[in-house]
């Protein structure tokens, strides 16, 4: 085992464990789903979640649902009266995510939209505490843009995969390697955007952290 791997055991063993029922989920996503390893995983959840109980958002957004794991880690660690929307655009999971949430404890706290982002987004009638973006990585400065219209002031965008997997780094990018671009330039457009702070967190690919001044 490589020390990053090895690292990477030891603070998944120090942390809490993955709950049971998102065991499951992830197992089923390696079962019958194409890319299981876009699942946020089992110590992202548990940040996402201890997040969610630092913050006490009443009202939170998921850009990229896939198979709910992601908006059920946040859903644990909600207040009591709270609420998240979660956005989806492949139809043909809707289904199985609605499943999910049914047979969770949190259905009631969560609504799943069916669609394109960046069409939804603009028609939500209220403003968030947290916005999630994890779409496509294309589009994450649009996904931004629409997140900084919709978050409170103060309120949160986490980003999820701006390391994408160390590419970031590479000294000969390809070209057409468009979801490395989309990465790199939402990555440098945020860090001039004088309308945020952010941090970069190197937890499994990477998740910036960006507050609304
Ligand atoms: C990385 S996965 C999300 C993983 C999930 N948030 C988690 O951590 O478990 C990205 C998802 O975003 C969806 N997606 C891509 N473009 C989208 C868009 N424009 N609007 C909504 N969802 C989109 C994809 O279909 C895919 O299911």
Not at 30 to 53: C, D, E, T, W
Not at 62 to 74: A, D, W
Not at 154 to 181: P, R, S, Y
Request: hydrophobic content about 40%.
């Amino acid at each position: 085992m490589e020390t990053n791997e090895k690292i990477e055991s030891y603070i998944a063993a120090h942390s809490d464990d993955e709950p049971d029922y998102l065991k499951h989920v992830r197992r089923q996503a390696h079962l019958s789903l194409l890319n299981p390893r876009m699942i946020s995983g089992h110590v992202q959840g548990r940040m996402l979640k201890m997040f969610a109980r630092m913050i006490c958002p009443q009202r939170v957004l998921e850009i990229g649902t896939y198979t709910g794991y992601s908006v059920l880690c946040i859903a644990e660690g909600l207040p009591q009266d709270a609420h998240i929307d979660t956005i989806e655009i492949n139809d043909e999971l809707e289904s199985k995510i609605r499943s999910t949430f049914e047979n969770s404890a949190f259905s009631q706290k969560i609504t799943l939209h069916i669609g394109d982002a960046l069409s939804i987004i603009p028609t939500f009638p209220y403003d968030f505490d947290i916005i999630f973006i994890d779409a496509n990585k294309r589009n994450y400065i649009e996904y931004y843009e629409q997140a900084l219209k919709k978050v409170k002031p103060k309120g949160f965008i986490f980003a999820d995969n701006t390391l994408w997997n160390g590419h970031v780094i590479e000294d000969n990018i390809d070209k057409n390697d468009l979801q490395t671009k989309g990465i790199m330039d939402f990555n440098t457009f945020v860090k001039h955007d004088t309308r945020v702070e952010k941090v970069m967190i190197p937890i499994r690919d990477g998740i910036t952290i960006i507050q609304k001044v």
